[in-house]
């Protein structure tokens, strides 16, 4: 089970941390991502960390912004966003899977309920 919190409302340039626990199965046996769905758009890949966090990837549009991390001992995945946008605007969704580090939504077998962020302008 995943529970994902953290989002609200903030102005463009702003920062939020979004925040994931897990729970029901060993933390450091899975990879962990975070995904995004703006409304009327596609859920799109936005960070993904492996299981020790050695292994990190972003999407593009977030490089630099953003910084996914874990924290093993409390079973959380972290996402902190700096420099937020307009176009960051969306519903965010933290992920578990448990073979591949992916960016491939379709291979995450696990989904939190979503938190959304809003980024005014």
Partial sequence: ???????????TGG?????????GRTFTTIVMGWFRQAPGKEREFVAAISRSGAS???ADSVKG????????AKST????MNTLKPEDTAVYYCAASIMRFTVVAGE???WGQGTQVTVSS
């Fill in 65 to 72: 912004r953003f910084t996914i991390s874990r924290d093993n």
């Fill in 56 to 58: 990190i990837f972003y």
């Fill in 108 to 110: 995450y077998d696990y």
């Fill in 77 to 80: 995945v972290y996402l902190q």
């Fill in 15 to 23: 920062s939020l941390r979004l925040s994931c626990a897990a729970s």
């Fill in 1 to 11: 089970q995943l529970q994902a919190s953290g989002g609200g409302l903030v102005q």
